[in-house]
């Protein structure tokens, strides 16, 4: 067995099964491409979400209407419109742990369009985490993640894509994914990759198509994970700081034969939460959107805190939009991180404001809060509009 | 239509329908009751977890193995037994958004045997929040779960009681189910229902059992959570200062004709996760279980803090437990959070050991860690045999 001839051919035979794999999903692709662009309704370049006209949401209290208690947060004044969220398309990159998350909620919550990119397969050492099951192992997880999600809320219109982000060849084409070619329409980009590379690779595609992106991960003991909200040329970009977990560099000293990193179904699905939160508040306008949050489950602790853009950052592009946004925005911008209208924020003490109970929060946990406050740095009176606005100018 | 005698009849008619509803749901309780006495495998009062003995748990790191990463989580040295899952019990009352999140994540994690309790039945309006499908509609809930819950993984035995928790009729069994025969097997309750009364019954049912649970909640306008790890006779139980979400009284203005409280799969898929994550490591005995955690996603704020046991507790069973508590362990205890085995936690700092990057966590954050470290008090050296040990004697 240990005869390098042997070897050799085993090594070659090896390559040739892997390529096999790699043209199968080529393969895949184009048909799935293909078929997009024989159908109008589908294409790329369509500027129309299919049923966006038809697509309503009633607030009727019964049984049968699956969006009552998400138009609920508008009857009790959390948003100011919720159908907002049909006009709006989520890519979520990497589907794995935190990604097949983030998209079951968005199906759930009725967002508008849903692109999905990833190009591996599931398999059963996937099980240890939410959504997949055994039947779909084997399948692509653009695949499983499409049949299954269209089961769950056939209103999403969702579409998936077996593409590895770092692979230069598909950069065009997930530039125009990311890219949104009507202005009515908000698309956000949800980063749920698992390696430092595909993060660079985001950031550089959502830098040249001007799109605001949260970034996500967890820790390779699976016991932390962070969210971070990305905004091109407001907030730092991911090569001007990326994270501490990340910046370890204990990524690359774990791939090795029998070793793999741990993973929960808890860890993920917070993270998941959290970013998913994170987008709901920006796409809906309320309350704050954190730029960076951690958490760490061993002690029940997070931190939340802010990233100013690095003005000698490595990515050309970034300093380029940080140029823009400064020139356009003096007057409107204190700080760096963006906040929704502020009148449809909820305040903490409103919450509370029915205690008959007087209960009280105790006074260390409202310096806390304080705290909080002023380590959070806010970008008042900027609207998504405004938003919108700063980033589309070149 | 408004005739009086029209308008009792239709009453009457309603009523009759209801009882026939309850009336099948008990047929169907018996019907799995009966089964499981028929087979002493299943028996109520059977003390060993079916499988136990023959279950296993591989670390080899290959795409079949489903647990290959849950035990990376040994090999990493988060824990020192992950196996340790398999003698654990876990009763869930109540599946609804956060309950069958919790058992979704701990079919994953491989438990040994999931208790779920329930008395709703699946409906379109529930699926806004996370797990249940279009095809549960109808069914009740935890006929739902145990179908699903089974695909996703056999190794864990699930057992589904249609039962109100509410109901004095059914303390008894609830009781039963709740109370382990064995020492040797680890029992948890998690109670994820939506109702002051409910977690009243609760309480009293777990300071009866001498078994500790984690409570969980959600605001009614669905941005606000928390979860509170009950220690009988060590921490406050929830008569002794039940959270400030339930006791604003919302709740009980909220139950009006066309009016249903909003909900969200974000936040209650983040309680779910820190529910569950702290109930890993109260079982695994790894890091520190929080006492009380509120999280408000509007600022992304976190709380938590430590609850003593109330000395006027309007529980008599509290008192008892108390009691039982103080006179057994006044050399052991310092004060009222359960700390698993310190030696198998991971510190912070462990976490960026490589930090080849030399990335500082900035002083803000350290002062925030360290308080958050003096807010949160411990119990060192109390073992989780300690621990039962304690809440044994009567």
Not at 122 to 133: G, Q, S
Not at 135 to 157: F, P, R, Y
Request: hydrophobic share 40%.
């Amino acid at each position: 067995m240990d005869n390098p001839t042997t070897h050799g051919l085993e090594e070659e035979l090896r390559a040739c099964k892997q390529k096999i794999q790699n043209l199968l999903r080529e393969n895949e692709q184009l048909e799935m491409e293909m078929q997009q662009m024989k159908d109008p309704k589908n294409s790329l370049s369509s500027n129309l979400i299919p049923n966006e006209c038809e697509r309503s949401m009633s607030g009727e209290v019964n049984s049968e209407n699956r969006y009552s208690r998400l138009m609920a947060l508008q009857k009790m004044g959390v948003v100011s419109d919720y159908t907002r969220i049909i006009q709006c398309s989520v890519v979520i990159i990497g589907i794995g742990g935190i990604g097949i998350v983030a998209a079951e909620m968005l199906s759930r919550c009725g967002i508008g369009e849903l692109i999905l990119i990833d190009h591996d397969s599931v398999e059963l050492a996937n099980m240890n985490r939410m959504f997949y099951r055994p039947e779909h192992s084997g399948m692509t997880k653009v695949e499983a993640a499409k049949q299954s999600l269209t089961i769950i809320n056939s209103d999403v219109k969702v579409s998936g894509f077996n593409l590895d982000v770092t692979n230069l060849d598909n950069y065009d084409i997930i530039l125009s994914l990311i890219q949104s070619d009507t202005p009515s329409r908000q698309r956000l980009v949800l980063c749920c990759v698992d390696n430092f590379s595909a993060r660079m690779s985001i950031n550089q595609l959502c830098l040249e198509a001007r799109v605001p992106w949260l970034e996500s991960g967890l820790s390779e003991n699976a016991v932390s994970g962070h969210i971070q909200f990305i905004v091109p040329g407001v907030t730092a970009c991911f090569a001007c700081a990326p994270p501490l977990v990340v910046a370890t560099g204990l990524e690359a000293s774990l791939k090795k034969e029998g070793v793999c990193v741990a993973s929960l179904p808890t860890t993920s699905a917070i993270i998941a939460g959290l970013l998913v939160q994170n987008a709901l508040k920006y796409i809906l306008r309320f309350g704050k959107c954190t730029e960076v949050l951690a958490y760490n489950s061993i002690q029940d602790f997070f931190s939340s805190y802010c990233l100013k853009p690095n003005p000698k950052c490595s990515f050309k592009l970034c300093l380029q939009r940080q140029e823009e946004v400064i020139k356009n925005s003096e007057n409107c911008m204190s700080n760096n991180i963006f906040l929704p209208q502020q009148d449809e924020s909820i305040q903490l003490e409103e919450v509370s404001k029915d205690n008959e109970w007087n209960i009280e929060v105790v006074e260390e946990v409202a310096d806390e809060m304080r705290e909080n406050e002023t380590e959070v740095c806010e970008l008042k009176d900027l609207t998504n509009e405004e938003l919108n606005e700063l980033l589309k100018i070149s």
